[in-house]
């Protein structure tokens, strides 16, 4: 099994739709997040939790929650869709005792979300 | 803030010809630095890291070097193959344990 799964691989949703995609890892880290990636823009950090009581909006939060439901599973919610939410969504973990800043992230193979 | 801007791509390279992709960063203090590799479906890899300036990272025949003077961290591979057919992101890490990513790279070796 892959250290972190995300679920759905691929999904089409309409426009208001409430959708959630679920991550779910067996690294033993504390540390989750999720990324967005559009072409050309990079990845960018909409949500991240850096243990089960702590939550924290990234740079691109807005139209999005998060619910980090045990140390192995972080989920992240459109509540209404809209069709500039297209791309490919990430999860990743990290464990800060692997070294200094940032070694040890390890990614999901991604979620490709389409809004109608 | 911090950021990061690597050269648009995509950048189209015959088998065994050499590979540059320009990397350049914005930051205050001493950040780390990173290459991170997508393979067509996959999540990211970490490919390489510099921690320190004049630091150099490599790994499967990729080099890239930590220039604080120039605030550059530019891939290099002296003979690329097709399997190296993937998208690269440019990535510095400034205290907190959070990555910044440039917006990537797409390279396509043809045979």
């Known amino acids: 099994d892959a250290d972190v799964t995300q679920t759905p691989r691929n999904r089409i949703t309409k426009t208001g739709k409430r959708i959630m995609l679920e991550c779910s890892q067996t690294k033993g880290h504390d540390r989750m997040y999720w990324y967005r990636q559009d072409p050309g823009l990079g990845l960018r950090l909409i949500y991240y939790s850096f243990d089960v009581k702590d939550i924290n909006k990234g740079e691109i939060s807005d139209g999005y929650s998060v619910s980090r439901q045990a140390q192995a599973k972080f989920s992240l919610s459109l509540e209404s869709a809209i069709p500039n939410q297209t791309a490919l969504y990430f999860c990743a973990t990290s464990d800060p005792t692997a070294g200094a800043w940032g070694y040890g992230y390890t990614f999901g193979s991604g979620t490709r979300l389409t809004v109608v | 803030g911090d950021s990061v801007t690597q050269m648009e791509g995509p950048v189209t390279l015959s088998e065994e010809a050499f590979l540059t992709i320009n990397c350049t960063y914005t930051?205050?203090?001493?950040?780390?630095l990173f290459w991170y590799v997508q393979y067509p479906g996959e999540g990211l890899q970490l490919l390489l890291k510099?921690?320190?300036?004049?630091d150099k990272g490599s790994n499967k025949g990729f080099e890239a070097t930590y220039r604080k003077e120039t605030t550059s961290f530019h891939l290099e591979k002296g003979s690329v193959q097709v399997s190296d057919s993937a998208v690269y992101f440019c990535?510095?890490?400034?205290?907190?344990?959070?990555?910044?990513f440039g917006g990537g790279t797409r390279l396509m070796v043809k045979p």
């Open positions: 990535a510095l890490n400034n205290a907190g344990n959070m990555l910044t």
């Open positions: 930051a205050t203090g001493y950040p780390s």
């Open positions: 510099a921690t320190k300036a004049d």
